[in-house]
């Protein structure tokens, strides 16, 4: 079986692709590892195609920039991984989009 770790990736090595207040849609459907107070392990948090902003931004392993978005639909904000975001607008800048599709499996 051929899982894809992120192993070779560092993102913090350059600036997040995302910014505060760009508008972003969800890639794929999320669902809860434990780690989103309220719900069960395994429940869905957001679905493929649902449109949000991003709050916050964090870091994750000194290797990952997590995006903090708030979803339109739910009001719930979602910790979310770069690759599982697409860009609609933004508020200051266009994502690096040689960047997102260099180290999308």
Do not use: C, W
């Not at 870091?59 to 920039?65: A, D, H, I």
């Amino acid at each position: 079986m051929n899982v894809s770790r992120d192993s070779d990736v560092v993102e913090l090595d350059g600036p997040p692709v995302y910014d505060y207040g760009d508008k972003v849609r969800a890639r794929r459907t999320v669902r809860n590892d434990g780690t989103f107070p309220g719900k069960d392990v395994g429940d869905i948090l957001v679905t493929k195609g649902a449109e949000g902003y991003v709050v916050s931004i964090g870091t994750f392993l000194q290797r990952f920039y997590i995006y903090g978005v708030e979803f339109i639909e739910t009001g719930r904000r979602v910790g979310m991984k770069r690759k599982e975001l697409e860009a609609l607008s933004s508020a200051n800048h266009q994502p690096n989009e040689a960047l997102l599709e260099s180290h999308d499996p």
